[in-house]
């Protein structure tokens, strides 16, 4: 079974930056695809960024695009999503999902990632 451990949350001030990291173990497949996901209080969940284990084709929300990147230590089995210039807009619960190769629904539906993790709090004043 997957299981996705995220950490690296925290609270910080408007413009500042934070990453993110997400563990995976029980993982053995070898091409699938991994994103980080964002729920603020009130909102819908929304897909931020992912990455193919592969490192090739990062996608992004227009939301984050040119403030967060997202990116993969496979040695770690490791996803990380820095996020730079964050705003109070970004106050979320960040959740790291995995696919390995089930439906696919696209890269930042929800609906293509079976595997998540507890998520992590993002706290920007």
């Known amino acids: 079974q997957v299981q996705l451990v995220e950490s690296g949350g925290g609270s910080v001030q408007a413009g500042g930056s934070l990453r993110l990291s997400c563990a995976a173990s029980g993982y053995t497949y070898s091409r699938y695809c991994m994103a980080w996901f964002r729920q603020a209080a009130g909102k819908e969940r929304e897909g931020v960024a992912s990455i193919y284990t592969s490192g090739y084709n990062p996608s992004y929300s227009n939301s984050v695009k040119g403030r967060f990147t997202i990116s993969l230590d496979s040695a770690k089995a490791t996803v990380y999503l820095q996020m730079n210039s964050l705003k109070p807009e970004d106050t979320a619960v960040y959740t790291c999902?995995?696919?390995?190769?089930?439906?696919?629904?696209?890269?930042?539906?929800?609906?293509?990632?079976?595997?998540w993790g507890q998520g992590t709090q993002v706290t920007v004043s």
């Open positions: 999902a995995a696919n390995r190769g089930g439906n696919w629904y696209g890269a930042l539906s929800e609906q293509s990632y079976p595997f």
